[in-house]
């Protein structure tokens, strides 16, 4: 009973330890929280959703899926749409369900089932009250609430990665506008310039009222920093891919990868699941004498004191030395 009653005690101070708020050189700091890893208020611990059209142009789904299974971040759900760029939304699904058998028959782990989600883009009310905006109430909306209220701590939230339109983001504000307090949005979108950047191409241009609720109600990084992704996986390589299902779907999808420099969707997974990958952040807010523009998201200021982020500069070569590291490795597969 004597040693029962000692750690029945050692038990609630070590909880009341665990709960009372640490103190530290920059100020308080939640009971199990601690710094992020890199420029970004996120990282690999986060746990993730990911948001896009089609895989077929880019690397994204495959960063994901390994990441994942070697050190995170966890993926929570995946989120397909269609686009102006990709319009099938049957077959944008059935490219993610090819990426997602062939992980898991590869030997990955963690790896949720994509979800087609129907919603058009949002439309500015007449008055430009972004609350009074009419909700889609779309699966991917209704997915980022649920998995974001189910899964978000107040030192690590939920963070959405996208790599097309912000429809589903706003949407899911329009449905439950607490989610705000439980989601960070890093998209691959838009591009920098001289005064800061502009939520605009690639993919910002997909959806602007949606762009301009997300930057105004989240807490919001644009990774804005993109490189050539069609180094990422060489035509010389292919033999040395892993001889399983996903190595396979790689050297089918590798002719189809776009040399474009100003657009990579993978952006926006690297900067979450490899913080050394950003190289240079800016501070921004959305600029507010700026008037709402039905062909392109708003422009982003700098601000040192601003509620989102602006990724300037980022590190290609590491992300694809951390590619063929993962690929190369018997331990991603479960071997």
Avoid at 42 to 59: A, F, Q, T, Y
Avoid at 90 to 119: E, F, M, Y
Wanted: aromatic share 6%; glycine share 8%.
């Amino acid at each position: 009973m004597k040693s029962a009653r000692i750690a029945f005690l050692l038990a609630q101070w070590t909880w009341s330890f665990l709960l009372t708020p640490l103190a530290c050189s920059s100020g308080v700091l939640d009971a199990g929280s601690d710094s992020p890893h890199g420029l970004l208020p996120v990282d690999e611990r986060n746990p993730v959703i990911l948001s896009n059209d089609s895989p077929g142009d880019n690397w994204q789904g495959l960063y994901a899926v390994l990441f994942a299974n070697s050190g995170g971040p966890a993926l929570a759900g995946i989120i397909i749409n269609e686009s102006l760029y990709w319009p099938d939304l049957d077959g944008n699904s059935a490219g993610w369900r090819n990426l997602v058998t062939a992980a898991r028959a590869s030997g990955l782990r963690n790896i949720p089932d994509p979800i087609a989600s129907v919603g058009r883009p949002l439309v500015r009310p007449s008055d430009g009250n972004l609350d009074a905006t009419v909700a889609n109430r779309s699966e991917g909306a209704r997915l980022i609430v649920e998995a974001s209220t189910r899964l978000s701590l107040p030192y690590r939230p939920l963070v959405v990665v996208t790599g097309g339109r912000l429809t589903d983001v706003a949407d899911a504000y329009l449905i439950d506008k607490s989610v705000v307090d439980r989601v960070v949005v890093v998209a691959s979108l838009g591009s920098t310039s001289t005064t800061g950047g502009t939520m605009g191409a690639p993919n910002g241009e997909l959806d602007p009222w949606a762009d301009w609720i997300v930057a105004q109600r989240f807490r919001f990084v644009q990774v804005s920093a993109y490189y050539d992704q069609t180094g990422d996986v060489l035509s010389s390589q292919l033999p040395s891919l892993p001889q399983n299902p996903l190595g396979r779907l790689i050297a089918s999808q590798q002719p189809n990868i776009r040399n474009l420099a100003t657009a990579a969707d993978q952006v926006s997974i690297l900067a979450v699941a490899l913080p050394e990958f950003v190289v240079a952040v800016q501070r921004v807010s959305q600029d507010p004498a700026a008037s709402f523009d039905a062909t392109t998201g708003p422009a982003l200021l700098p601000d040192v004191n601003g509620p989102a982020w602006l990724v300037t500069s980022s590190d290609g070569a590491l992300a694809t030395a951390r590619l063929w590291q993962l690929l190369l490795d018997p331990k991603t597969f479960g071997k």
